[in-house]
């Protein structure tokens, strides 16, 4: 358990998505601006983490790695690459659901989402995660606590970044600076903040 939570930790805050590895900067800029849409994306994303990385496990483990086929007398069978369909395959059907889902009952956060919500299923962050835990060899307990992890780390950074930018939409700044320039900076300086957490995972 106690390894669990480690890892929970460390796919937030050393391994953060976008602030460590750059993946899903194209969401997590275009929707950043007002911490409550921030909020729904970071929300949206750990569900279909969440969800994903661990269903994913299970269909690498039971039917695409090597020899997973051995229960049918069928050793040699290696379908691993289908992977990258496959993941992709299952993150659209978890994103179609979980769009499903917000129109119903959160019509706001759906609108705010306008065509990001759909781009989700070829989101490289979201990818990555599936793509991570194949490399790592990760078991379905592990795979999920890291999905999720992963997700609430992409969650509490693009709040963060929400919540600095509704507050900088006040302020006087340069031209050159207004819109994505700020972006850019702020996530930059955030970054630098984040990798402090793999220097502290390493001592």
Known sequence: MADLGALFLRAAFVEN??????????????????PDTAFGLGLAITVV??????????????????????WAGMPEIDLSYLSLITFIGV???TVQLLEMVLERFMPRIHASF???????????????????????????????????GSGAGFALAVVMLGAIRSRLAYADLPAGLRGLGIAFLLAGM??????????????
Do not use: H, K
Request: hydrophobic share 55%; with cysteine.
């Open 190 to 203: 955030m970054s630098l903040g984040f990798s402090s957490f793999a220097q502290m995972a390493a001592q």
């Open 114 to 148: 306008g065509v990001f919500l759909p781009l989700l299923t070829v989101q490289c962050a979201i990818l990555g995660g599936s793509l991570f835990m194949v490399e790592r060899r990760y078991d379905l307990a592990e795979a999920a606590v890291y999905g999720v």
């Open 91 to 93: 993150i659209a059907a």
């Open 49 to 70: 983490m969440g969800v994903s990385v661990p269903l994913n496990q299970l269909i690498y483990a039971g039917i695409l790695a090597p020899g997973a086929w051995r």
């Open 17 to 34: 998505m976008p602030l460590t590895y750059f993946l899903g900067l194209c969401t997590f800029l275009a929707l950043s601006r007002r």
